[in-house]
């Protein structure tokens, strides 16, 4: 959802690890991120009693993130301190918090049972899925190295960094190319790289880009390796056809080759998903499981922070009327 760029040395919030759990929960969410955190304040101020899950602690994408000048009332908050925040705010009204990884859902006689990779189980009346889903990545040299310094997944989020510098953005889709539009009226230059001489977004946008004189089409090539020396300067590209080679100088890159929804601990549910695996949702975040709500990136929606967080909010209301009053549509 958000990357940064320029990272500072962070200390990470100390998460907790509970020893033990109830047995039953009125509600289990699972994933820490905006989505999950906004969900637990909502749904454990309604007295309900609330266990979220996650693997790696409170925050997901925040703990990655440095400075975030876009969530409203801060103008400007490292990441991992934004998810301290989060987990006094949520653990604040008896929300209990446990490190630990789902590995599958199922539902019997109208209960879930979650299990963990810890090999214990617990039980729920209604889980709220921000499970969130994952950046496509290049895979090449110096991608993870530069993260936050120079490589970046989300342009609305960092392209206000690059104004009047050279960035290039990866990628043949809509977003690669609505990243593309976007940086062109803040940057000096964009290059454009995709790997093929065709593109999958729409032809009124790419006809949008290709009016723009600060914009260079690098087609059909790939990147092989992003170089520089504490922050990006430069990407290796390689043609597609001729194999031909060569280095282009910039100052960012912006990677759009799509992302991959984490649904794994779903699959025996069988929730409705489209496109690369989303959840379907409705408005009020309910999927086609009866008492399965779902709630940020993984509903395939804006993935931005302050949208994850309200749809946590909608999906805990939901299933506090839910486990009330038992009425589902």
Request: net charge positive; hydrophobic share 45%.
């Amino acid at each position: 959802m958000i990357v940064v760029l320029f990272m500072m040395p962070i200390t990470l919030p100390k998460i907790r690890r509970k020893e033990s759990v109830r047995e039953l929960y009125d509600v289990v969410i699972v994933g820490a991120g905006a989505a999950g955190v906004s969900a637990a304040i909502y749904s454990s101020r309604r007295n309900l009693r609330t266990l979220v899950i996650d693997k790696f602690g409170v925050g997901g994408k925040l703990l990655e993130a440095g400075l975030i000048e876009n969530y409203p009332g801060f103008t400007g908050i490292l990441g991992p301190e934004l998810a301290q925040l989060f987990e006094k705010h949520m653990t604040k009204f008896g929300a209990e918090f446990l490190v630990d990884e789902v590995v599958n859902i199922n539902k019997f006689n109208g209960m879930f049972i979650v299990d963990l990779a810890s090999g214990n189980s617990v039980k729920s009346r209604v889980v709220i899925y921000c499970g969130g889903a994952e950046h496509r990545k290049l895979n090449v040299p110096g991608e993870d190295k530069f993260l936050g310094r120079g490589v970046s997944y989300c342009a609305t989020c960092d392209g206000f960094f690059f104004k009047d510098k050279i960035v290039g953005v990866v990628g043949g889709g809509d977003t690669a190319v609505s990243y593309a539009l976007y940086l062109s009226d803040i940057c000096k230059l964009v290059y454009l790289i995709h790997r093929r001489r065709a593109f999958r977004a729409e032809d009124i946008l790419v006809e949008k880009l290709k009016e723009k004189d600060n914009v260079e089409f690098i087609i059909p090539y790939i990147v092989t390796e992003i170089r520089g020396e504490g922050k990006v300067e430069s990407i290796l590209v390689k043609n597609r056809e001729n194999d031909a080679v060569m280095e282009l100088k910039l100052d960012g890159l912006f990677i759009a080759i799509g992302y991959k929804p984490n649904i794994n601990a779903l699959l025996s549910l069988k929730p409705e998903t489209f496109g690369a695996g989303y959840l379907k949702v409705d408005e009020r975040m309910r999927t086609s499981v009866e008492g399965l709500y779902a709630a940020g990136d993984i509903t395939g929606f804006e993935k931005q922070l302050v949208v994850a967080a309200a749809q946590g909010a909608i999906a805990a209301l939901s299933a506090a009327e839910y486990v009330r009053h038992g009425k589902w549509k």
